[in-house]
């Protein structure tokens, strides 16, 4: 299973050449996850299947034909939510650290950045990986925490509250999404995750366009992602692409489960939610200092 999300790596269930693994049937005594071929994405964290055929069930060696697979380590709910725990936790923990520790500074401000390259490193060396490596995700998860840390402290000290606020949206958002998943309000097919995806890619070329102009004096304010109503607007559609991923990381790990994932894989469904998560925090910080303006 793949996992991640905002930056972007290779993830995805197939079964019978699927997308995704989505509106396929599994077929008897067989186990949907195989490694693919796979293309290196820039911008897409969903668009390749690793999984379209089955590496996990013997082949019989007088017949030739495909034994049910060993059912000793699977991946269950409980190690995903452990996994979970032991990402965000340090995700949080170092976000704490960084926040009581460090002052808000022009220097401060410059180990976010590079905590927050650094993060992007491990994440894109582990989305290469062949397996998941414990120490990139966890690594991954204190980088990202440091530059949580200082971001949010800078916030507070404009936008007094502001994290508290994005963390108690980001919890309703995340929520309400897999509500909306386990009621199956949203369905996650091939359709609903290649629309989305377009419109994720399109998002982050955008925003990325829109930098370089600002960066080059082109855009006054930040440009689509000012702190006025055009950015309030971006801001929301950023978080619904949020909430489109993490409904794609309840697809990975509903599957994972269901056809017998090896229990490895747990550590990437942590990765791609807490990858989700922080999407969404970020966004959600955006939009709490947009509503509560120069207040």
Known sequence: MRSSNPVFSRRGFSRDNGYAGFNTAPQAGGNPYAQAPTNPHAANPYATNPYA????????????????????????MDDVVSRTAITLGTVAIAAVLAWTLLPVSSGSYGLAVGSALVAFVLAMIQSFKAKPVPALIIGYAAFEGVFLGVISEMYNERWSGAPFQAVLGTLAVSGATLFAYKQRWVRVTARYARIGMTIAIAFVLVTM?????????????????????????????????GCFFLTLDFKQIEDGITYGAPREESWLAAFGLTMSLVWIYLEMLRLVAILQGDD
């Open 209 to 241: 366009v829109n930098l370089l102009v600002v960066a080059f004096g082109g855009a006054d304010g930040g440009g689509l992602r000012s702190f006025g109503p055009l950015g309030f607007a971006v801001g929301v559609l950023a978080i619904l692409i």
């Open 53 to 76: 055929t089955n590496p996990y069930a013997q082949q019989d060696t007088q017949y030739g034909a495909p034994q049910a697979p060993a059912r000793g380590a699977v991946m269950t």
